[in-house]
């Protein structure tokens, strides 16, 4: 027995060595700063656990609104019994890579297993093209959510694949309904997920047979899918309802019709394909280094070009087979993986075009160039055919890892605790307008935060001018008898004409710099940053300020 078959025949061994892989992962890059956590991923947990509603206003822009379950664990782990362990709370958001690794692993045995031959090195060669994919291991241990949706994505995916097992898999509708529930949880918890779902139930549909089992099989996925999504979502849907009119504020807007802001549909369209040729040849655009065009940071990756030549090169060669009549024998889960894959990238596409929401896409990447392969290989069992196929896909792997730039989100070093932010001393009663993103991350750790009011003043207020949240902002504003005082983000100059609307022939005064280890530059050293103002208001006499903490 092989040192690879014997790891890979002991479960719980392959799990507790792709956990310890991804809370080392987790740990490799240092301590998340990202944007989004900066921005919403901290504020929304604290605003939820403080019940901010009646309070806030849009404080963190649209983001503000999102379901805030997902966040829940880093911010109570972060701020309460991991606060002084930085690297253990890295590890721990680690851990999510390390078990979608496992889930991957048990895809690639699965398949083999399906394919009446033993798990070997092409299948572990696909798993590391998959696992080493740039989105994927640059999002270990952030907060940026994607990788935990990927997870339950591909165990859905997983689950699938038992219906094409036999009667040794339990029963059928056992893993529809199993598979559904992973969707489900995945799309509650952040819509991003959303177009993995229809492109199971196609792949279902489509190699699945007889057709009346598929059709069952089908339903009862997307029933479980419905199901667990209204289990996780229906109840934050109902709160946001209740407060705007739209279940999904600010998305699909253009669908129910708030009133709080326009009639549009709130997704970001910046990176969708701008031409012909890149609706068609996207992937192809990636293969070198680039910024702004799939998605924000500079990275290049060919996996995802890779994955695209190997589907067209499986499709062609299935076609070409039932040309000439040639037997399909354990074929239909391969073919299930690569229409998965390539229904999802083209929803992907239409709907997104952010490429860190294809993290799911990425990871089977490597197992599509293996179906592509086998489907090319003659007698593809056959030892000198795995043999050919293991050097085929190692040189894949060395490639894609080689042509591959790996982005950076944003992280500072580790220190001593988590957060090391003083804002400074504000009055009880005050309104903070925080002027810009990402800053939202700060109204935790405000003296005195549960007195104070915080209001966004972002590119999301702007566009409400018109509509009734920027009504409601004005009301505030003019109802407000304390303090008022602005915290300036990275974009302030763009969006301080807000306060100005607000608060007509005011100025600011008496700013001092806010700290925050979550502004530092990747060797630690503070960058000049935010900065804490007081709002003078025309025509108000001035209590004294506040002095620092």
């Not at 719980?12 to 060595?17: D, E, T």
């Not at 177009?195 to 996925?221: E, I, K, N, Q």
């Not at 504000?426 to 810009?436: D, K, L, P, Q, W």
Request: with cysteine; aromatic share 12%.
């Amino acid at each position: 027995m092989t040192l690879l078959k014997r790891w890979t025949d002991q479960p719980l061994a392959r799990l507790a060595a792709c956990l310890l892989l991804g809370a080392l992962a987790g740990i490799a890059w240092g301590q998340d700063a990202d944007w989004d956590l900066r921005n919403y991923h901290l504020y929304n947990a604290w605003a939820f656990l403080h019940d901010r509603d009646a309070r806030d206003l849009a404080a963190a822009g649209m983001q503000s609104f999102f379901n805030p379950l997902l966040d829940l664990p880093y911010y109570l782990l972060g701020t309460g019994p991991w606060a002084a362990w930085p690297r253990g709370l890295a590890a721990g958001q680690g851990l999510w890579y390390g078990l979608l690794l496992f889930v991957l692993c048990a895809i690639a045995r699965q398949l083999a297993r399906l394919q009446g031959r033993d798990w070997g090195w092409p299948d572990a060669m696909a798993v590391v093209i998959g696992a080493t994919g740039t989105m994927l291991v640059s999002q270990a241990g952030t907060t940026m959510n994607e990788v935990p949706l990927a997870c339950l994505v591909l165990l859905g995916f997983a689950c699938l694949l038992r219906l094409h097992g036999d009667a040794a898999d339990g029963p059928p509708a056992r893993w529809a309904l199993l598979a559904g529930a992973c969707c489900g949880l995945a799309v509650g918890l952040k819509p991003t997920a959303m177009v993995y779902p229809p492109a199971m139930a196609l792949a279902v549909l489509s190699t699945l047979r007889p057709r009346g089992r598929a059709w069952r099989m089908a339903l009862l996925f997307g029933a479980a899918t419905a199901l667990a999504f209204l289990l996780v979502y229906g109840w934050w849907g109902w709160r946001l309802y209740l407060r705007t009119g739209n279940p999904c504020f600010p998305l699909f807007n253009q669908v129910f019709r708030s009133d709080w802001i326009a009639p549009a549909a709130g997704t970001d369209l910046q990176f969708r394909p701008r031409s012909a040729a890149q609706w068609v040849f996207y992937p192809f655009y990636w293969l070198r280094s680039n910024q702004r065009v799939v998605t924000e940071v500079r990275f290049a990756d060919p996996r995802y070009a890779m994955a695209w030549l190997a589907a067209a090169c499986f499709g062609m060669r299935r076609l070409l087979a039932r040309w000439r009549g040639e037997p399909a024998t354990g074929v239909a889960p391969q073919a299930m993986l690569v229409l998965f894959v390539a229904s999802a990238y083209v929803l992907w596409l239409a709907v997104f075009s952010i490429l860190r929401y294809a993290v799911a896409i990425e990871a089977l990447s490597g197992l599509v160039l293996l179906a592509a392969c086998r489907a090319g290989t003659p007698h593809a069992l056959h030892p000198s055919a795995l043999r050919r196929t293991g050097r085929a896909m190692a040189l894949l792997a060395v490639a894609a890892i080689a042509a591959s730039r790996y982005p950076n989100w944003g992280h500072v070093p580790f220190g001593e605790r988590n957060y090391r932010i003083e804002t400074g001393a504000v009055e009880a009663g005050s309104m903070v307008f925080f002027v810009g993103a990402p800053v939202a991350y700060l109204a935790p750790f405000f003296p005195r935060a549960e007195t104070l009011d915080f209001v966004g003043l972002t590119w999301f207020m702007d566009k409400a001018r018109g509509y009734r949240l920027w009504s409601m902002a004005r009301q505030r504003v003019a109802s407000h008898s304390g303090p008022f005082y602005a915290v300036l983000g990275e974009d302030a100059r763009q969006q301080e004409p807000q306060l100005e609307r607000l608060l007509p022939g005011s100025r600011l005064d008496g700013c001092r710099t806010i700290s925050s280890n979550l502004e530092n530059d990747r060797h630690g050293r503070p960058r000049p940053g935010l900065r804490l103002c007081r709002v003078a208001v025309a025509g108000a006499k001035e209590p004294p300020v506040a002095s620092p903490k």
